[in-house]
Protein backbone atom coordinates (compact mmCIF):
# COMPACT_ATOMS: atom_id res chain seq x y z
CA UNK A 1 0.00 0.00 0.00
CA UNK A 2 1.53 3.19 -0.84
CA UNK A 3 1.55 6.09 1.33
CA UNK A 4 0.64 9.80 0.48
CA UNK A 5 2.95 12.57 1.41
CA UNK A 6 0.66 15.15 2.79
CA UNK A 7 1.98 18.23 0.86
CA UNK A 8 -0.09 21.27 -0.14
CA UNK A 9 -0.46 20.20 -4.30
CA UNK A 10 -1.99 16.82 -3.13
CA UNK A 11 -4.16 18.29 -1.40
CA UNK A 12 -5.33 21.21 -3.73
CA UNK A 13 -5.15 18.12 -6.15
CA UNK A 14 -8.22 16.73 -4.03
CA UNK A 15 -9.82 19.16 -3.46
CA UNK A 16 -9.74 20.21 -7.56
CA UNK A 17 -10.52 16.81 -8.08
CA UNK A 18 -13.60 16.91 -5.85
CA UNK A 19 -14.75 19.50 -7.36
CA UNK A 20 -14.41 19.11 -10.52
CA UNK A 21 -16.42 15.92 -9.90
CA UNK A 22 -18.82 17.97 -8.30
CA UNK A 23 -19.39 20.11 -11.37
CA UNK A 24 -20.03 16.69 -13.08
CA UNK A 25 -22.91 15.75 -11.14
CA UNK A 26 -24.05 19.04 -11.42
CA UNK A 27 -24.33 19.15 -14.88
CA UNK A 28 -25.53 15.13 -15.01
CA UNK A 29 -28.18 16.38 -12.70
CA UNK A 30 -29.33 19.53 -14.74
CA UNK A 31 -29.77 17.50 -17.96
CA UNK A 32 -32.08 15.09 -15.68
CA UNK A 33 -33.73 16.69 -13.25
CA UNK A 34 -37.35 18.40 -13.65
CA UNK A 35 -37.99 22.29 -12.82
CA UNK A 36 -38.63 23.03 -9.52
CA UNK A 37 -37.05 24.77 -6.54
CA UNK A 38 -34.26 22.18 -5.65
CA UNK A 39 -32.98 22.48 -9.11
CA UNK A 40 -32.75 26.01 -8.34
CA UNK A 41 -31.36 25.77 -4.73
CA UNK A 42 -28.68 23.30 -6.35
CA UNK A 43 -27.65 24.14 -10.07
CA UNK A 44 -27.69 27.95 -9.34
CA UNK A 45 -24.46 28.82 -10.45
CA UNK A 46 -22.04 32.63 -9.79
CA UNK A 47 -19.52 33.07 -12.36
CA UNK A 48 -16.56 34.90 -11.17
CA UNK A 49 -13.60 35.67 -13.05
CA UNK A 50 -12.34 37.99 -15.86
CA UNK A 51 -15.05 38.72 -18.19
CA UNK A 52 -14.70 40.12 -21.22
CA UNK A 53 -10.92 39.04 -20.92
CA UNK A 54 -8.27 41.39 -20.93
CA UNK A 55 -7.07 41.90 -24.92
CA UNK A 56 -3.21 43.55 -25.83
CA UNK A 57 -2.96 43.53 -29.67
CA UNK A 58 0.77 44.73 -30.51
CA UNK A 59 -0.22 44.50 -34.19
CA UNK A 60 2.58 41.23 -34.17
CA UNK A 61 1.16 39.32 -31.29
CA UNK A 62 -2.10 39.81 -29.78
CA UNK A 63 -2.18 38.29 -25.84
CA UNK A 64 -5.52 37.47 -24.31
CA UNK A 65 -6.00 36.51 -20.85
CA UNK A 66 -8.80 35.90 -19.08
CA UNK A 67 -10.55 33.39 -16.80
CA UNK A 68 -13.99 32.81 -15.15
CA UNK A 69 -14.85 29.75 -12.44
CA UNK A 70 -18.38 29.34 -12.17
CA UNK A 71 -19.17 27.78 -8.41
CA UNK A 72 -22.65 26.13 -7.54
CA UNK A 73 -23.63 23.93 -4.84
CA UNK A 74 -22.13 20.74 -5.89
CA UNK A 75 -18.78 22.51 -6.90
CA UNK A 76 -18.65 23.31 -3.12
CA UNK A 77 -19.88 20.12 -1.50
CA UNK A 78 -17.50 18.51 -3.97
CA UNK A 79 -14.79 20.73 -2.60
CA UNK A 80 -15.54 19.66 1.21
CA UNK A 81 -15.95 15.89 0.08
CA UNK A 82 -12.10 16.62 -1.45
CA UNK A 83 -11.09 17.83 1.71
CA UNK A 84 -12.50 15.29 3.69
CA UNK A 85 -11.05 12.50 1.68
CA UNK A 86 -7.14 14.33 1.72
CA UNK A 87 -7.39 14.18 5.72
CA UNK A 88 -8.53 10.32 5.92
CA UNK A 89 -6.06 9.38 3.90
Given at each position: MAIIRKTSSVMLS????GALLGGVLAEA???FSSEGLLR???L????IGIDPP???DL???TLTLGFTVDINLFVLLGALTGV????QV
Open positions: FVLGLRHDVFKGYGFTLHLVFVFK
